[in-house]
């Protein structure tokens, strides 16, 4: 199977060795995501609805790269640094996967990779056959 790669250019891709999503036969993993916009600055900070629906178009953005849509999600992962914040989290979450409602876990932390980030998202989507 072909293995197909996206790259955004984050500072931090080069540096771990990662890439946004990797794509193999019909599978897709989209590496976590935090709110950063294409200058690399912090989306949202202090504001974790902002937040999440932010990554969340970035990752609809990622999977359309791979003719992919969020239809496709079938698994979400959440990293919240204040799990008291769950509700706002899955409000954004669910308006924009309330119709798709692919599985999904929310669990916190104790940071992420830059304490200006409150959110994290991975999403793994699988391509039908038709």
Do not use: C
Not at 75 to 104: C, M, N, Y
Not at 115 to 130: F, G, P, R
């Amino acid at each position: 199977m072909k293995r197909k790669t996206i790259v955004t250019g984050a500072k931090w891709e080069d540096i771990v060795g990662y890439s946004r999503a990797v794509q193999v036969g019909n599978i897709i993993e989209v590496s976590g995501t935090v709110a950063t916009d294409s200058s690399g600055e912090v989306v949202g900070e202090n504001d974790v609805y902002l937040q999440t629906k932010f990554i969340l178009m970035r990752i609809e953005n990622v999977l359309g790269q791979l003719n992919a849509a969020l239809s496709d999600v079938v698994r979400t992962r959440i990293f919240v640094t204040d799990i008291s914040q769950w509700e706002l989290v899955g409000k954004a979450h669910g308006e924009v996967f309330g119709e798709i409602k692919p599985a999904t876990s929310m669990v916190e932390v104790s940071r992420l990779i830059d304490d200006k980030y409150l959110v994290e998202i991975e999403v793994t989507a699988i391509l039908s056959d038709s």
